[in-house]
């Protein structure tokens, strides 16, 4: 099974709306993180939004905020008033600390949504 | 400023033909990792190191070398280049031991082409 799916492999979207892109994660840890990274066409992972397993608040950043549904084992990222420098790359990661993989910093990488902001 | 960088950005080379993309941190991380991008697979981990002479395989491993001398720099070695290396690749760095919360530093990425 997939550890991270993100099932949108694209969006368009109007310039100043609102945009949700979807994550689901799959993991037997209670401990865990789940962060958003942009990409734009220039090709550098940009860090955008972190949350925590444990954390009882949506994380927010800015324009980004994190919708947490843990029972749900979704991350979806929030974009308010998208703007066309938004167009980019979108991946949902997520580090687990699992002590089977103790000292590996991994981030386990979802496959990305590309999002297009319409003018 | 901190900062991972890589070098080169790009690379074309031939089947065969040695080559080493070098990164380097100036946080004085232990943790640094190189991943692989590849459309619609998202990034897959190659290699990971803890701390200098401490490495592993991540995900990826075949057809890659790393080393880690020092505790700044990770290069990425392809001893002998194949087409389907073509890829973005990405070094990142981090504390080693910071736990499940801490996100990690991405250099620019180096697209290599392998004709």
């Known amino acids: 099974a997939q550890k991270i799916t993100q099932t949108q492999p694209g969006m368009f979207v109007q310039e100043k709306e609102a945009v949700t892109l979807d994550c689901t994660y799959d993991t037997s840890d209670q401990s865990y993180g789940l962060f958003w990274y942009k990409q734009p066409s220039s090709g550098e992972m940009i860090f955008l939004i972190y949350q925590g397993s444990y954390d009882e608040q949506n994380a927010t950043e800015g324009r980004y905020s994190l919708n947490f549904q843990k029972a749900r084992k979704s991350a979806n990222l929030v974009i308010s008033a998208s703007q066309l420098g938004d167009s980019a790359m979108y991946f949902c990661?997520?580090?687990?600390?699992?002590?089977?993989?103790?000292?590996?910093?991994?981030?386990?990488f979802g496959t990305g949504t590309r999002l297009t902001i319409i003018p | 400023e901190a900062q991972v960088t890589q070098n080169p950005r790009y690379l074309i080379t031939v089947t065969g033909k040695k080559l080493t993309v070098t990164c380097s941190q100036n946080?004085?991380?232990?943790?640094m990792s190189w991943y692989r991008q590849d459309p619609g697979l998202g990034l897959r981990q190659i290699y990971y190191s803890m701390n200098v002479e401490v490495t592993d395989k991540g995900d990826v491993p075949e057809g890659y070398k790393v080393s880690r001398k020092e505790k700044r720099n990770f290069p990425l070695i392809l001893e002998s280049p194949s087409p389907n290396q073509t890829s973005l690749y990405f070094c990142a760095s981090s504390r080693q031991g910071g736990g499940y919360s801490l996100s990690a530093f991405f250099g620019q990425g180096t697209r290599l082409t392998v004709v």
């Open positions: 990661a997520m580090r687990e600390a699992k002590l089977s993989n103790f000292g590996n910093e991994k981030l386990t």
């Open positions: 946080m004085n991380h232990e943790y």
